[in-house]
T-cell receptor, first 111, second 111 residues
C-alpha cells in the first residue's frame, strides 16, 4: 500500500520556466512533508519541508504548497535551471515516526 | 557533503553470501536510518536506531539485521543473499526524527 504517491515518473521543462512536481498521500495522519533531491551516484539531499499547519513554504526558487483537504502537495521551482535536473522525492511523516517516501520523479530542465 | 559516510561504496557478491554495510552518522546525530532503493522503486525504509536502540521497523526482511554501536555508527547485515537484494542501500542520520541527512549509498550487486 503506497501511502505517498508521485504518479508522474518524469517531467521535462524549458530553462527559465516553472517546474511543478506533484505528490499525493493517503494517510491523513501525516503532519510533516519533505522534498528531497537526488543526483546520480549521490544520496538524497533535503530541499524543503512544510508542516501541516501551513499551506505554503518558500525558500528561494523553491515553494511547496500543501492542500490538506485534497491530500496533495506540490513543489514549484521558479525559474527552473539545468542544475535542477535530478530525481525529486516527496516524503511524509507524523508524530516523529519514520519517513515514507514516494517513488520519485525525474526532472529534466532543457537549456 | 552531508557528513554521513557509508562503506563500501560498491559491493559485488554471490547468492547465498552474507555482507555487512557500514554507516557513520553526522557528528551529534543520534538517529540512524537504513533504506533500500531498488530499480524503479522509491526509498523503502528498512529500520531506524536511536542512540543504540531499535526505534522503528519498516519493510526489513528477516534475513536482514542491523545494529547501532555505542559510538553511534551502524551496520546493516544482509545474509542468504538473493538476486533481488541487489539495490542501493542508503543510510541517513538525524538529530530528531524529521529532516534526515543521507550518505552516498552502497551499491550491492548479487550475482
Amino acid at each position: 500500500d503506497q501511502q505517498v504517491k508521485q504518479n508522474s515518473p518524469s517531467l521535462s521543462v524549458q530553462e527559465g520556466r516553472i517546474s511543478i512536481l506533484n505528490c499525493d498521500y493517503t494517510n491523513s495522519m501525516f503532519d510533516y512533508f519533505l522534498w528531497y533531491k537526488k543526483y546520480p551516484a549521490e544520496g538524497p539531499t533535503f530541499l524543503i519541508s512544510i508542516s501541516s499547519i501551513k499551506d505554503k513554504n518558500e525558500d528561494g526558487r523553491f515553494t511547496v504548497f500543501l492542500n490538506k483537504s485534497a491530500k496533495h502537495l506540490s513543489l514549484h521551482i521558479v525559474p527552473s535551471q539545468p542544475g535542477d535536473s535530478a530525481v525529486y522525492f516527496c516524503a511524509a511523516t507524523w508524530a516523529n515516526s519514520k519517513l515514507t517516501f514516494g517513488k520519485g520523479i525525474t526532472l529534466s530542465v532543457r537549456p | 557533503d552531508s557528513g554521513v559516510t557509508q562503506t563500501p561504496k560498491h559491493l559485488i557478491t554471490a547468492t547465498g553470501q552474507r555482507v555487512t554495510l557500514r554507516c557513520s552518522p553526522r557528528s551529534g546525530d543520534l538517529s540512524v536510518y537504513w533504506y533500500q532503493q531498488s530499480l524503479d522503486q522509491g526509498l523503502q525504509f528498512l529500520i531506524q536506531y536511536y542512540n543504540g536502540e531499535e526505534r522503528a521497523k519498516g519493510n526489513i526482511l528477516e534475513r536482514f539485521s542491523a545494529q547501532q554501536f555505542p559510538d553511534l555508527h551502524s551496520e546493516l547485515n544482509l545474509s542468504s543473499l538473493e538476486l533481488g537484494d541487489s539495490a542501493l542501500y542508503f543510510c541517513a542520520s538525524s538529530v530528531g526524527f524529521d529532516e534526515q541527512f543521507f550518505g552516498p549509498g552502497t551499491r550491492l550487486t548479487v550475482l
